[in-house]
């Protein structure tokens, strides 16, 4: 008879031990030393070390002969072409060949570096084309682009244009310096262009 009490005993004891075994698989993760937690944080902080470069517009509208007189016509479906411009030589070539619409202004590049996005010759309005962004990780600056291009099929004066946006941005926001890789895409992330720079 005490043999059967305690067969019975251990008939309820041990589904009341497996609950109370797998329970505590359930509750003790939520407590502990705060280590998940940081696991888990480890991604937002690697996010955080982006760094956002402020912009200035120097020069932005429609109408250049930037790409106008090359030998070979440019295609419609070309990428914008954008340009990292750090010295005097480099800017006033770019401005003699251009002829923008309205005149940049000066830029001081012991101070600044000028951003060109430049979407070449079109034949119609409806075009446009600015430089939004700028974040820096690292050695990598990534710029972020808007490209407006009219639907195919709509209604556009037949006008020759050439839009542009030229953006200045000042070099002691670049952390850190020296060689830099500039990666200019569109609002999609498809990468448009890429040069390196020393800054």
């Known amino acids: ?30 407590c502990g030393n705060g280590k998940r937690d940081q696991v ?13 470069v402020p912009l200035k517009t120097l020069a932005q509208g429609v109408s ?12 419609d479906d070309l990428p914008p072409e954008c340009l990292v411009i750090t010295d005097s030589e480099e800017y006033e070539r770019l401005l003699s060949i251009a002829s923008f619409q309205e005149t940049p202004g ?5 101070r600044e570096v000028v951003f060109a996005a430049l979407q070449g010759p079109k034949n119609t309005g ?14 990598e600056v990534r710029l972020e682009v808007e490209v407006v291009e009219p639907d195919p099929g709509s209604m556009t004066v037949q ?15 670049f952390e850190p310096r ?4 500039f990666v200019f895409v569109d ?3 498809n990468r448009i262009s890429q040069e390196s720079a020393e800054i």
């Open 1 to 30: 008879m005490f043999r059967g009490k305690s067969l019975q005993v251990a008939r309820i004891s041990l589904p009341a031990f497996l609950v109370i075994f797998m329970l505590q698989f359930l509750i003790l993760p939520g």
């Open 40 to 52: 888990s944080q480890a991604p937002t902080e690697l996010r955080g070390q982006e760094r956002e």
């Open 64 to 75: 250049s002969t930037y790409g106008r007189f090359d030998e070979v016509p440019a295609s």
């Open 106 to 110: 000066e830029v001081d590049f012991t």
């Open 126 to 139: 409806g075009y446009a084309i600015s430089i939004m962004h700028a974040a820096q990780t690292g050695t």
């Open 159 to 173: 006008v020759q244009t050439s839009p542009y946006h030229l953006v200045t941005a000042e070099r002691a926001n």
């Open 178 to 181: 020296g060689e830099l890789l």
């Open 187 to 189: 609002l999609n992330d």
